[in-house]
């Protein structure tokens, strides 16, 4: 099925917009997953906040013209699914755990503030942990000598303790 000028702008302008506020793209073939399983894709990228698009080449090539992600305009051939996210590591993250327990998905590259990534790329970007467990770690790291200075002194406090309620307790037995 064909799209007219007016849906085809329509696409581009959703696109853009969508490339505006993105801070990273990720680009898989899917050539050959079944609809189950892109469903259930689409699923985990909508529930993670990941925008998750099949496009026809050219339209998407135009819309990402003169954005941050231009510079993968040429990796834009064959089927392909697009997956754009504002969390940076988010849609690499989406992407990359669907292509470890489906081999038809095959991660083609991305970009990321305004740099193309390859395959080797995106994946590195899905591992790097998300937000929350990333200031959840700084929290940990700013408690740490703070935790470590209480326990000291509670030890310490303990022993004083033990050492004074000792010689009071044997002038008491005799």
């Known amino acids: 099925m064909s799209l007219n000028r007016s849906e085809k702008e329509a696409v581009i302008s959703e696109v853009t917009s969508l490339a505006a506020k993105a801070q990273t793209l990720v680009i898989a073939e899917y050539r050959g997953i079944t609809v189950a399983d892109m469903t259930k894709l689409r699923v985990d990228a909508r529930s993670k906040g990941v925008s998750l698009s099949v496009l026809k080449n050219t339209l998407a090539r135009r819309a990402v013209a003169g954005s941050q992600f231009d510079v993968v305009a040429d990796q834009m051939t064959g089927p392909l699914i697009y997956g754009f996210s504002e969390d940076a590591v988010a849609a690499a993250k ?3 755990d669907f292509a470890k327990t489906n081999d038809k998905l095959v991660i083609r590259g991305g970009a990321f503030g305004g740099k193309a990534l390859d395959v080797n790329g995106v994946k590195q970007l899905a ?29 310490l406090a303990a022993k004083k303790g033990e050492g ?3 010689p009071a307790a044997e002038p008491a037995a005799a």
């Not at 591992?127 to 030890?155: D, F, H, W, Y």
């Open 94 to 96: 989406v992407v990359a």
């Open 127 to 155: 591992n790097i942990p998300s937000k929350e467990v990333l200031l959840a770690q700084i929290c940990g790291l700013l408690m740490s000598p703070m935790s470590r200075t209480a326990v000291v002194l509670g030890a």
């Open 164 to 166: 004074a309620a000792a």
